[in-house]
């Protein structure tokens, strides 16, 4: 059973025109995370929950917006959409415990910019 | 589009031998370390784990290494499979912030049939 679900798996958005993407997990996790993935590396943080409170990465570009209504739900809307935002977007979530960080992930969505 | 990405180390194995993916991490106070799978189009797959006061854990086929005093951590694979082929990376929890990981660069195994 899937347990962290991303929506749409594919994403097509005009340059420029605002896009939302979904993310929804089954595990009652309080942390969830969004990545930026681009081909041959390492997922980026954007940034993450930690039950409501909100933590930016310094580097992540104000262009990036993230909601988080409830533990279930966490979007990430991305305002004016660039030719380089075009990537795998990952959402994933742990307990945020001091014992273990293991994250799990969704399938992620892939943003194509046109 | 997507800018280039970088070229990730290739490890290229036959079927049936045992792989070793190794990675070096920055922070001597890491204390937990990740190795993630990650086949193409898929998101990261969490397979085995360690703390900092183990040298060696072992899962199904998996072993994971870690040598502290070198800042080493190591993948063993044995009897490497065509499903096995995929982007490996490991993750350190960050020392500052136990609800991040900091990233290695990934390493792509091909399993040759």
């Known amino acids: 059973d899937a347990m962290v679900i991303q929506n749409p798996r594919y994403q097509v958005t005009q340059f420029g025109k605002p896009v939302t993407l979904s993310c929804s997990q089954t595990?009652?996790?309080?942390?969830m995370y969004w990545y930026q993935q681009k081909s041959s590396q390492a997922p980026k943080l954007l940034f993450h929950y930690y039950d409501k409170d909100f933590n930016n990465e310094a580097d992540t570009p104000d262009n990036f917006q993230s909601r988080r209504p409830n533990t279930s739900f966490c979007f990430l809307d991305i305002r004016s959409p660039g030719l380089g935002d075009a990537a795998m977007y990952l959402c994933?979530?742990?307990?945020?415990?001091?014992?273990?960080?293991?994250?799990?992930f969704g399938q992620g969505t892939r943003l194509t910019v046109v | 589009g997507e800018s280039v990405g970088l070229h990730l180390p290739t490890l290229s194995v036959q079927e049936g031998d045992n792989s070793i993916i190794n990675c070096a991490y920055s922070n001597s106070a890491s204390d937990y370390f990740i190795w993630y799978k990650q086949e193409s189009g898929k998101g990261p797959q969490f397979i085995i784990d360690i703390r900092s006061n183990m040298d060696k854990r072992q899962g199904q086929r998996v072993t994971v290494l870690l040598n502290k005093t070198v800042k080493h951590l190591s993948l063993q694979i044995a009897a490497t499979q065509p499903g096995d082929s995929a982007v490996y990376f490991c993750?350190?929890?960050?020392?500052?912030?136990?609800?991040?990981?900091?990233w290695g660069l990934g390493t792509s195994l091909a399993v040759n049939p």
């Open positions: 994933a979530t742990s307990r945020g415990n001091r014992g273990n960080t293991e994250a799990f």
């Open positions: 993750a350190e929890r960050d020392a500052g912030n136990n609800r991040k990981l900091i």
């Open positions: 595990l009652n996790h309080n942390v």
